[in-house]
Structure formats: C-alpha cells, structure tokens
C-alpha cells in the first residue's frame, strides 16, 4: 500500500515560492507517475504536474508551465513540487498522488490515480 504525505504549504505573497514535499512509502520498485494535484474548494480538482520515477519525464499544465518544477529525490523516497511566481490563482489545496505506469506517459489524470495523500494548503496573497 503506497502511503503519501504532504509538506511544505503554507502562506506567501504573490511572486514568492513555495516548495512542496512528498513522502512517499510502500511504493516497492515498480514504475509510477507521480503526481501533484490541487483544488479549490467548490471546484473540480486539477492536474499540475506529474513525474515518471523511472526515467524522471516531467509534465505540467499550462497553467504552471515555467514556473513550477517537479522533481524526486530517490533516495529520500522524496516528490517535489518548486513553485515559483507564485499568484493568487495558484491559491488550493495540493495533492501528491500516485499511479502504477506500465509506459511511463504521465501526461493528465488519466489512466486515475490510485493513492493519494491528506493534502497542504497553499495561499498566496495579492
């Protein structure tokens, strides 16, 4: 059972950075995306970005292109999320979330990812 825990949310001014972090254990040696999602209460749930942990691909939305960066470090069992330029639309709870790849094309929300961690909440003021 892949368990997730979230760190590293908290409140900023527009145009700062905020650094994400992803405890991941239980996951074994198989291939997965790693993701971060985030949601604004009321909303639907949105994809920001994901990792493949075997080959490292990295794929963002839009809407983060450019200024957010997501990483893993191996041997921590660690997923980052570099958010930087931040506004007040980035504003959400952030979610790491995980999935089994077979092709390590991590691009979206689908095939639906199968663990998910309790969520940090970013904030980020005008």
């Known amino acids: 059972q892949v368990q997730l825990v979230e760190s590293g949310g908290g409140s900023v001014q527009a145009g700062g950075s905020l650094r994400l972090s992803c405890a991941v254990s239980?996951?074994?040696?198989?291939?997965?995306?790693m993701g971060w999602f985030r949601q604004v209460s009321g909303k639907e749930r949105e994809w920001v970005s994901s990792?493949?942990?075997?080959?490292?691909?990295?794929f963002y939305a839009d809407s983060v292109k450019g200024r957010f960066t997501i990483s893993q470090e191996t041997a921590k069992n660690t997923l980052y999320l570099q958010m930087n330029s931040l506004g007040p639309e980035d504003t959400a709870m952030y979610y790491c979330?995980?999935?089994?790849?077979?092709?390590?094309?991590?691009?979206?929300?689908?095939?639906?990812?199968?663990?998910w961690g309790q969520g940090t909440q970013v904030t980020v003021s005008s």
């Open positions: 979330a995980a999935r089994r790849t077979v092709t390590g094309y991590c691009f979206g929300t689908s095939p639906e990812y199968e663990y």
């Open positions: 239980g996951h074994g040696s198989d291939n997965y995306c």
């Open positions: 990792l493949s942990t075997e080959v490292g691909a990295t």
